[in-house]
């Protein structure tokens, strides 16, 4: 059964979100990711083809050893996406975070 992933849901798993944590500031291999979690290592490849497959990381030989770097671009397609949304609760904040200010208790 070929399953068909959506980012969003690749990315509301927290250990796939640690993953994606754990690579924004260098190339790993599969070992060295999952040795920072108390699962088993299919399991982590489990997340880490899901988060391949979502196009979230890529995937680059060196040698022997395949490393896992993020994919910028989606990470910015998805920034993107999500933006209005920030905003829209920025405002909202902003706007009740004002009337808290002039909120005067009788």
Not at 12 to 37: C, V, Y
Not at 75 to 85: L, R, T
């Amino acid at each position: 059964m070929n399953l068909r992933r959506d980012v969003f849901q690749a990315i509301a798993d927290p250990t796939r979100r640690a993953i994606l944590f754990l690579l924004t500031t260098q190339s790993l291999t599969a070992g060295i990711i999952a040795s920072n979690f108390d699962t088993a290592r299919p399991t982590v490849s489990k997340h880490l083809q899901i988060l391949t497959e979502c196009e979230l990381v890529k995937q680059e030989q060196q040698g022997r050893e395949i490393y896992y770097h993020l994919n910028l671009d989606k990470m910015k397609e998805i920034a993107d996406f999500i933006e209005p949304f920030r905003k829209l609760w920025d405002d909202r904040f902003n706007k009740l975070e004002q009337v808290m200010k002039n909120y005067k208790p009788n």
